[in-house]
């Protein structure tokens, strides 16, 4: 079992920053990739950026160039950089955890973290 929780979330103006922080248990955070993703009112979630076991990332066209994902296995940790906010980034931004084992996928999903971009 792991379990997901993330912070950093706020409101911040147009063009501003915020870095979110994904605090994960378990013992082996390093085997799983770890996503952010959002949801907006009226909206679909969405994925905004992964970050696989291999070190690999990508991103959503969307965030490409403003966000930056990155993790800190050491601390259990991922992050999500946020740059050059926009008022269509205000969403719930989720964090996920995932990994297969065979043909069973272990996926945890925290509880979202609220980001708003207003004037």
């Known amino acids: 079992q792991v379990q997901v929780v993330e912070s950093g979330g706020g409101l911040v103006q147009p063009g501003g920053s915020l870095r979110l922080s994904c605090a994960a248990s378990?013992?082996?955070?390093?085997?799983?990739?770890m996503g952010w993703y959002r949801q907006a009112p009226g909206k679909q979630r969405e994925l905004v950026a992964i970050?696989?076991?291999?070190?690999?990332?990508n991103y959503a066209d969307s965030v490409n160039g403003r966000f930056t994902i990155s993790r800190d296995n050491a601390k259990n940790t991922v992050y999500l950089q946020m740059n050059s906010l926009k008022p269509e980034d205000t969403a719930v931004y989720y964090c996920?955890?995932?990994?297969?084992?065979?043909?069973?996928?272990?996926?945890?999903w925290g509880q979202g973290t609220q980001v708003t971009v207003s004037s």
């Open positions: 996920n955890a995932y990994r297969w084992l065979g043909a069973l996928k272990y996926d945890y």
């Open positions: 378990g013992r082996i955070f390093s085997a799983y990739t």
């Open positions: 970050s696989t076991s291999g070190g690999s990332t």
